[in-house]
Every structure is written in structure tokens, then in C-alpha cells.
């Protein structure tokens, strides 16, 4: 399990998927019916990106997101 701390580190992983999955963010993009700018921002780190695309686009890639409460046993 990866845990991700930051919107950095969640695009870090997001196109490190889309390139292994070999997807430009063009594709992506029509697969996940976000907007390629939105791809940019999301992996670029932009805070201000809307949860529900990114979570879309985490699905189109065949990842999935867990919440853990700090502290708690995994």
C-alpha cells in the first residue's frame, strides 16, 4: 500500500500509472471524460483540482483510494 500525504504525491503516482499503462494524457482524458487540461493539473499537483475527476480518473487507471485514521494499524 502507497500512502499518499499530498496532491503532489497523487499526481506523481497518477502519471507514473498512465505512462506504464501507456496512455497519453490525451487518452486518458476520453477514457476517464475529464478534460486533458484537468489531467495536467491533477498530476502537476494542483490543489485546487475537483475530487470527483480525480477520483474518476483513479478508477479509469484500476486504482483505488483507502482512508486510515493517523496512527491507526494497517
Known sequence: ??????SLALGQLIRSERKRQ???Q???AAVA????RFVRE???GKESCRLG???AVLQTLGLTV?????????
Do not use: F, H, P
Open 42 to 44: 491533477l498530476e502537476s
Open 33 to 36: 471524460g475529464v478534460g486533458v
Open 53 to 55: 475527476l480525480a477520483l
Open 22 to 24: 501507456q496512455l497519453t
Open 1 to 6: 500500500m502507497l500512502t499518499i500525504s499530498d
Open 26 to 28: 490525451e487518452q486518458l
Open 66 to 74: 483507502s482512508v486510515a485514521a493517523r496512527g491507526a494499524n494497517s
